[in-house]
């Protein structure tokens, strides 16, 4: 099973074999379904990933990536050649809190005011996804690994209206701050949860628990469980990429990766 390692900061050019770039710049106008106004005075940063063969006439889902505590936005280069270089576009907001690790090192805060940063972060990202690309609309996924997984699962519950489907690798269930606070309307999102049997962070017993919690809210649930502790590999990404597929096409899940 292949472990996926958090990228080095780097200035060099993304892959072109991979058909991913950055983009870095001025503030994006808002995400439009949102309505709300952007953060003033902040330089946003995020990555973006074009399939391989862009073909501008076809509607692609979007994939929204959350890095795990200590990663960055620049992991989605990384990423996305072991989920699938042709069925997505792909967006990767950076995490709003730095830490201690260094320069290029985040995490997401869960917090009221974390929360709210991070909401407009992925909102913002995901515009600018779709001004670049042709998007489609009713196909935005968000996932995350680790700490990223559980605030993907967080803004998905909280603002379900913007997106198709929730996974989680390696991020159990937010806890505080209400993230249950609209379960009628976010009960009928997919939600996948993928663990490690020997995790450290989500232990099979707090796997366990958000079952509970989720099946007694109604929610239509997929566990994957691994071999290992705690690392991302890309047989969880590969899986994450047919789990999705089958939410946007059932027919036809086995796409050509």
């Excluded at 292949?2 to 074999?17: F, I, V």
């Excluded at 991913?20 to 994006?28: I, W």
């Excluded at 917090?111 to 998007?135: T, Y």
Aim: hydrophobic residues 40%.
């Amino acid at each position: 099973m292949n472990r996926l390692h958090q990228p080095k900061a780097s200035t060099s050019a993304p892959s072109p074999a991979s058909q991913s770039f950055l983009v870095k710049g001025s503030a994006p106008r808002p995400f439009g379904r949102s309505g709300s106004q952007r953060r003033e005075q902040v330089d946003p940063h995020y990555a973006l990933f074009a399939p391989l063969h862009y073909e501008r006439g076809y509607a692609y889902p979007l994939l929204v990536w959350l890095h795990n505590e200590g990663g960055n936005e620049r992991e989605l280069r990384q990423l996305m050649p072991h989920v699938s270089v042709r069925n997505y576009v792909a967006a990767a907001p950076r995490g709003g809190l730095p830490t201690e690790r260094g320069s290029r090192s985040f995490a997401w805060e869960q917090s009221a005011a974390g929360i709210s940063d991070a909401a407009e972060r992925v909102r913002e990202c995901v515009d600018v996804a779709q001004q670049r690309f042709n998007v489609h609309a009713q196909r935005v996924f968000i996932a995350g690994h680790g700490a990223g997984g559980t605030m993907a699962l967080r803004l998905a519950l909280q603002f379900p209206e913007w997106f198709t489907a929730a996974a989680s690798l390696g991020g159990r269930m937010p806890r505080g701050h209400m993230p249950l606070g609209r379960v009628k309307e976010a009960r009928t999102m997919p939600l996948l949860l993928a663990s490690c049997r020997e995790s450290q962070a989500y232990s099979p017993a707090q796997v366990s628990d958000d079952l509970r919690l989720l099946h007694a809210a109604g929610f239509s649930l997929s566990l994957r469980q691994y071999p290992g502790e705690d690392d991302l590999t890309t047989v969880m990404l590969s899986d994450m990429d047919r789990w999705m597929m089958e939410r946007v096409c059932p027919s036809t899940a086995a796409v050509v990766r």
